[in-house]
Nanobody, 124 residues
């Protein structure tokens, strides 16, 4: 089991910023992709951003130019810097991490783990 610790959500006014953090822990992790999804009340969960080990990034159109995803590989941690927040960004944000961990001395196992979610609320 790979554990994810997610933090950084809060209540802010429109135009302000927040930075979300997601730290992964486990035995000999090799992380391929770290990303963020969000779900607003009454809506389906949507992709927000992700970053591969090769540093390739992807963003949903609605956050391009405002959000920036980054990784600290030494800490197995992903960040989502959210600038110029707007009320429509209000949602529960989930971290997603995909990779492998050491099962035993001779093999590794794939994982696809999700954080517990952190609430971001933007008031006007």
């Amino acid at each position: 089991q790979v554990q994810l610790v997610e933090s950084g959500g809060g209540l802010v006014q429109a135009g302000e910023s927040l930075r979300l953090s997601c730290a992964a822990s486990g035995r000999s992790l090799s992380i391929n992709v770290m990303g963020w999804y969000r779900q607003a009340p009454g809506k389906q969960r949507e992709f927000v951003a992700d970053m591969s080990t090769s540093s390739t990034t992807n963003y949903v159109d609605s956050v391009k130019g405002r959000f920036t995803i980054s990784r600290d590989n030494a800490k197995n941690t992903a960040y989502l810097q959210m600038d110029s927040l707007q009320p429509e960004d209000t949602a529960l944000y989930y971290c997603n991490v995909v990779g492998t961990y050491r099962m035993n001395a001779w093999s590794r196992r794939n994982f696809d783990s999700w954080g517990q979610g952190t609430q971001v609320t933007v008031s006007s």
